[in-house]
């Protein structure tokens, strides 16, 4: 479980650095792989934020605040849906949870990329997507696709791309604590003890950025969508 861990904090700033969080989705199939899909959701939430923040600093002010506003008070609500299931649901359910969104989230990747949404209708996408992507952050940290479906309906440049999804996604994964705290989902021992894993994330968002430029990003993004669909089957399975 050492390795399992200190790998996921690795590859989450890894990904936020370098592949816009692909990674993200089979970072929380693996970790729930190795344990209780409850405590992996709560192990996972610190490393993200500490992930996020990494990546706003890299891209201070260049998100685009009227775009983050539409977005943000949708996913709140998408959030506020998520953390009152999540907290009545035992931890087979979530399991079984985590494991068909990461389903469906590997069909709508391939779909994306035949399927294009009107840009002239942008702003009517932005209230089901960021409440879609809240309700999925919250059960499994899995808010990225949808947001990232909305935003190339818009006309912002790469930077702007990358900055108001880094920082959508830092507000947000703030807001879950609360809602995490409420539905009893952090092991304060199980986090306590594997703080040493924080320091993999810089490593991560280094190792990022250095090869972002290195990577084929389709044929990566296939793969690794690829791997999170047998991941999901064997959570189903196990």
């Given at each position: 479980?050492?390795?399992?861990?200190?790998?996921?904090?690795?590859?989450?700033?890894?990904?936020?650095?370098?592949?816009?969080?692909?990674?993200?989705?089979?970072?929380?199939?693996?970790?729930?792989?190795?344990?209780?899909?409850?405590?992996?959701?709560?192990?996972?939430?610190?490393?993200?934020?500490?992930?996020?923040?990494?990546?706003?600093?890299?891209?201070?002010?260049?998100?685009?605040?009227?775009?983050?506003?539409?977005?943000?008070?949708?996913?709140?609500?998408?959030?506020?849906?998520?953390?009152?299931?999540?907290?009545?649901?035992?931890?087979?359910?979530?399991?079984?949870?985590?494991?068909?969104?990461?389903?469906?989230?590997?069909?709508?990747?391939?779909?994306?990329?035949?399927?294009?949404?009107?840009?002239?209708?942008?702003?009517?996408?932005?209230?089901?997507?960021?409440?879609?992507?809240?309700?999925?952050?919250?059960?499994?940290?899995?808010?990225?696709?949808?947001?990232?479906?909305?935003?190339?309906?818009?006309?912002?440049?790469?930077?702007?791309?990358?900055?108001?999804?880094?920082?959508?996604?830092?507000?947000?994964?703030?807001?879950?604590?609360?809602?995490?705290?409420?539905?009893?989902?952090?092991?304060?021992?199980?986090?306590?003890?594997?703080?040493?894993?924080?320091?993999?994330?810089?490593?991560?968002v280094f190792v990022g950025r250095a090869l972002v430029g290195r990577i084929n990003r389709v044929w990566f993004e296939r793969l690794t969508v690829s791997f999170l669909a047998l991941g999901a089957l064997v959570l189903l399975l196990v």
């Amino acid at each position: 479980m050492i390795a399992v861990i200190a790998l996921a904090a690795f590859l989450v700033g890894f990904s936020k650095a370098g592949l816009a969080g692909t990674l993200g989705p089979s970072v929380t199939v693996m970790v729930a792989l190795a344990m209780p899909a409850d405590d992996a959701v709560g192990l996972l939430l610190p490393i993200l934020i500490i992930a996020d923040w990494f990546t706003v600093a890299a891209h201070w002010r260049k998100w685009d605040v009227a775009i983050y506003r539409r977005l943000l008070f949708a996913v709140l609500i998408g959030i506020a849906v998520g953390s009152l299931v999540i907290s009545s649901i035992d931890e087979e359910m979530l399991r079984r949870i985590i494991a068909v969104a990461m389903l469906v989230y590997s069909v709508l990747y391939f779909l994306s990329r035949t399927i294009k949404l009107d840009p002239a209708k942008s702003e009517l996408y932005a209230w089901p997507a960021g409440a879609i992507a809240g309700l999925a952050s919250t059960f499994a940290h899995l808010g990225g696709p949808p947001i990232f479906v909305y935003l190339m309906t818009t006309k912002l440049g790469p930077r702007s791309f990358v900055a108001t999804g880094a920082f959508l996604f830092a507000s947000t994964n703030l807001v879950k604590v609360p809602a995490y705290f409420y539905a009893d989902l952090f092991d304060a021992d199980l986090i306590t003890s594997t703080m040493w894993a924080w320091l993999l994330i810089p490593v991560g968002v280094f190792v990022g950025r250095a090869l972002v430029g290195r990577i084929n990003r389709v044929w990566f993004e296939r793969l690794t969508v690829s791997f999170l669909a047998l991941g999901a089957l064997v959570l189903l399975l196990v």
